[in-house]
């Protein structure tokens, strides 16, 4: 997928979509795992990229897609070993973002101890969001999340709750994955994940980025 740099209006290449589990403490509650002491990190394909006002499409081999709604941080200077200091520097944009998941195919995989790559990788699985430059976001750590389905506030939370903040998540994710323009980093879901059906309308809302609507097809 090409994106648009908000700032410049030139086209960005998607690289790759990292994205974080279990970086809130009531999210990890909720899921029965214990609070990580570092990083979890999975990838998402960038096929599995739509943009608002498109559909997710419900696979046949689940019985149970659940939403998670995140905030997605847009890379626009890359860097490998980049100092936590620094790493907001790194930074193009931030957009809402969903990160879909087949949650029967997650828990086999996970009594497996197997990857994750097929519960979250499906095409449309990663919805995103108007891009919004980083110079309009003062403190990342402090945006409001919401999601509805059907007018229905389903997840709501703050990223002042996130277990690794945006700039340690980047820090840390460039001592493993040298880090490209056009990265995307989904940081986390907070509490209040579940089910989607057919006809399920999605929208995942905030105080400082665009809205995210999306339909479950």
């Known amino acids: 997928m090409i994106l ?4 410049s209006g030139t086209p960005v290449k998607v690289g790759k979509i990292l994205c974080i589990g279990r970086n809130y403490a009531l ?4 899921m029965n795992d214990a609070v990580p002491t570092h990083p979890v990190i999975f990838l998402k394909p960038p096929t599995s990229l739509i943009k608002t006002g498109d559909c997710v ?3 046949q081999m689940s019985t ?3 939403h998670e709604v995140e905030l997605v941080v847009m890379i626009g200077q890359g860097g490998k070993n980049i100092p936590l200091e620094q790493s907001l ?5 931030y957009a809402l973002g969903l990160d879909m998941t087949a949650r029967d195919i ?3 995989a996970k009594a497996k101890g197997n990857p994750w790559s097929v519960a979250k990788g499906f095409d449309t699985f990663a919805p995103l969001g108007p891009l919004v430059p980083s110079s309009q976001i003062t403190d990342p750590q402090t945006i409001m999340l919401s999601l509805t389905v059907n007018d229905q506030v389903k997840q709501q939370g703050s990223t002042s709750d996130m277990i690794f ?6 820090s840390y994710c460039s001592k493993i994955f040298t880090l490209e323009k056009g990265d995307l980093l989904y940081t986390g879901t907070p509490e209040g994940v579940g089910p989607v059906t057919q006809g399920d309308q ?3 809302t905030s105080d400082q980025l665009a809205t995210l609507e999306v339909t479950v097809n």
Do not use: F, G, M, R
Not at 4 to 7: F, H, I, K, L
Not at 27 to 30: G, M, N, P, R, V
Not at 89 to 93: E, T, W
């Open 165 to 170: 903040s945006v700039p340690y998540l980047i």
């Open 89 to 93: 520097n790194h930074v193009a944009a």
């Open 57 to 59: 499409i419900l696979p």
């Open 202 to 204: 999605l929208k995942a």
């Open 27 to 30: 999210h990890a509650a909720e």
């Open 64 to 66: 149970d897609v659940h």
């Open 106 to 108: 997650q828990s086999d």
């Open 4 to 7: 648009t740099d908000p700032d």
